[in-house]
């Protein structure tokens, strides 16, 4: 009919046939065969010099003979190793094929195990006063940021997780520490939510803030932090006010009315030392990058803190400073590995 497309397929080029050229191979080596008998009975039905001649005279014709028998048989083979390998790519893209199906059935299926419990933990750590529905949420949340190598609903879980802790973190119960402990695995799995966490405590007394990452960034009114929480929380911590530094290893940060004991000072913007106190703390080495007068920093005498610097270590400025005048200079051989009390 006219108009009706033809479904099977044109080929572009002649096709090798195996049996062709093994029929050929074969039909040519029966010629051989047939030629070579009946060469043996022309050639020996002379003797001496006479049959010598016919037999040199037939060797070109039985190598050209030979030679196309051979011929024939190697491309028929190589037709047919061609045809098996063609066969063997074709099983092997099948099964690549059928792998490719199963993988994205698998995928999937995972997908909608990861948005349920992505919805799960959305719905049940809202319910507020219901800790076993809270802890199946942060559960939940945490399961599918373990589960979810590809990483396309953790973003979305972290989210949910920070801002749950953000909102709780000063009821310090279960759920919290869950919440906290949460954030913190999937911190070490290299998730990090969008949320700007603001901490503030109003606790008079001594309050050591719990370690807890995953954060964009992390600012803290109050509270107590050591060493090991600082380094914990890294690039994450941002800004400090009013905040009691123990034994901590000082970066250059935003601080604001905060107290340092006992901490090793490695950088400091000169213009926030008038706005925070320092008591036996490490200036060796500490890297000042912004003074603009030596007096003004000089009227911040930093020595009646006990503050010091190792003789062999003096804080670096762009000029001549006399670090005696500020703070207490140290013997080299005094050092004992860090800030002393």
Known sequence: MQGEVNSKPVPEAPTDNDRTWFTAAIVTFTFAVIAFVFAAFWIFAREGPDAVHRAQSFQPFGVAIAAIVTFFTVVWRGVLSTKQLNLQAAQLQQQIDQLSQVIRQNDAKENETLVKLLQDGAKFITEDGKKPQ???GIASL???ISNDPKRQFSNQAMDILAAYYLENYQDENDTVRSARRALNRAADA???STIHAAFTTDVDERYDWP???GFASQTYTGGD????????IGSEGRKFTEVDFRFCVISL???TNCRFRGCEIKSFDPDDIATN???NCDFSGCDFDSIVSFDDLREQDLRPGKNFYYSDTPPTYEGEIAWADILIEKPATDRKGGAAI
């Open 277 to 279: 106190s320092f008591t």
């Open 253 to 255: 940060k935003n601080y």
């Open 142 to 144: 945490d399961a599918l």
């Open 225 to 232: 932090i050591t060493k090991t929480f600082l380094a914990a």
């Open 190 to 192: 290299g998730v990090v």
């Open 134 to 136: 809270v802890m199946a």
């Open 211 to 213: 370690i807890v990452r």
